[in-house]
Nanobody
Framework: QVQLVESGGGLVQAGGSLRLSCAAS????????MGWFRQAPGKEREFVAA???????YYADSVKGRFTTSRDNAKNTAYLQMNSLKPEDTAVYYC???????????????????WGQGTQVTVSS
């Protein structure tokens, strides 16, 4: 069982930055692929970014060039650095984890095994 705890959300003005953290209980987070998703009010949960156990990264087109995901396996923590934030980035952000495999459908939320509780990000205009 892996427990994930997100932190770092908050209220920021448009153009500002936030860094989300996802701390995992797993002793070997390095064996997990990590994903970031978000859900705005009235909308479905959508893919934002992902980082494989090897460090390969993937991004949704809407955040490419503005968001960066990374990981520190020694700290069992994944990060989502969000720059140039826009009001449309307002949502609850979730991190998720799945044990690594040869096939990784990083954008499919149904493929992830473990989820955090979410952290609210609000971007004011």
């Amino acid at each position: 069982q892996v427990q994930l705890v997100e932190s770092g959300g908050g209220l920021v003005q448009a153009g500002g930055s936030l860094r989300l953290s996802c701390a995992a209980s797993a002793r070997t987070l390095s064996s997990y692929n990590m994903g970031w998703f978000r859900q705005a009010p009235g909308k479905e949960r959508e893919f934002v970014a992902a980082i494989t156990w090897r460090g390969n990264t993937y991004y949704a087109d809407s955040v490419k060039g503005r968001f960066t995901t990374s990981r520190d396996n020694a700290k069992n923590t994944a990060y989502l650095q969000m720059n140039s934030l826009k009001p449309e980035d307002t949502a609850v952000y979730y991190c998720a984890a799945i044990y690594y495999s040869t096939t990784y459908y990083y954008a499919d939320l149904n493929k992830y095994t473990y989820w955090g509780q979410g952290t609210q990000v609000t971007v004011s205009s």
